[in-house]
Structures are given as C-alpha cells and as structure tokens.
C-alpha cells in the first residue's frame, strides 16, 4: 500500500511564500502522475496543479503564474513552491498520486478523481 506524506504548511501574511513537500513511499513513483489539491473550509476539494513524470504539469487558472509544482523521480518527492500567497489559499494541501502506468498525466487528472493515494493533508494559513 501506497504511502504520501506531506509537510511544510504553516501560517503567512499575503504576499509571502511557502514551500510544501510530499514523500511517497511503497509505490512505483514513475508510474503515477502526481498532483496538489487543496481543500478550504465549507468548499470542495479542488485540483491546484498536476506533474508528470517527465515534468509537464498543468495548473488551476487561481494559481498560474504563482505555484510551481516539481517533482524527483529518484527521490520520490513532489512540491509545491508557492509565491505571493493570498488569503483565498488557504486550505488544507493533499499530495494524491494516480497510476497510469507510464507516468503521464491528462487534463482530467486536474479534476478529483482518478488517484489511488492520498496524503494526510498539511495546513497552509494566509492572512491579509
């Protein structure tokens, strides 16, 4: 069984930056797309950014330009660098993986659905 755990989270003003992290154990990491979802309080959980393994990602209109999502298939990790953070980010971040086989990741992976493991999830607060 598959294992994703997640750090980094924490409390900022608007404008700063945090970077989270997510270790994935006990899976093939090349034969999964990785993804950042986040969840706030009251709303669903929805897809921030998407990577494949050869490093193509796709990203929520909310966040381009200011998340970059990265991936090391050697070390099995994923992050998420997140800059001029605004108080709409804050939510509860989950790292999911999805087994596709080759690595690949669709447009629809940005959508939740479609993910074998999921992260227990890391606090990230914004206030303005």
């Known amino acids: 069984q598959g294992q994703l755990v997640e750090s980094g989270g924490g409390s900022v003003q608007a404008g700063e930056s945090l970077r989270l992290s997510c270790a994935a154990s006990?899976?093939?990491?090349?034969?999964?797309?990785m993804a950042w979802f986040r969840q706030a309080p009251g709303k669903e959980r929805e897809g921030v950014a998407t990577?494949?393994?050869?490093?193509?990602?796709n990203y929520a209109d909310s966040v381009k330009g200011r998340f970059t999502v990265s991936r090391d298939n050697v070390k099995n990790t994923l992050d998420l660098q997140m800059n001029n953070l605004k108080p709409e980010d804050t939510a509860m971040y989950y790292c999911?993986?999805?087994?596709?086989?080759?690595?690949?990741?669709?447009?629809?992976?940005?959508?939740?659905?479609?993910?074998?493991?999921w992260g227990q999830g890391t606090q990230v607060t914004v206030s303005s």
């Open positions: 006990r899976v093939t990491y090349g034969r999964y797309c």
């Open positions: 999911a993986a999805a087994f596709t086989g080759d690595g690949n990741c669709f447009t629809g992976h940005l959508s939740n659905s479609g993910y074998d493991y």
């Open positions: 990577i494949s393994v050869g490093g193509s990602t």
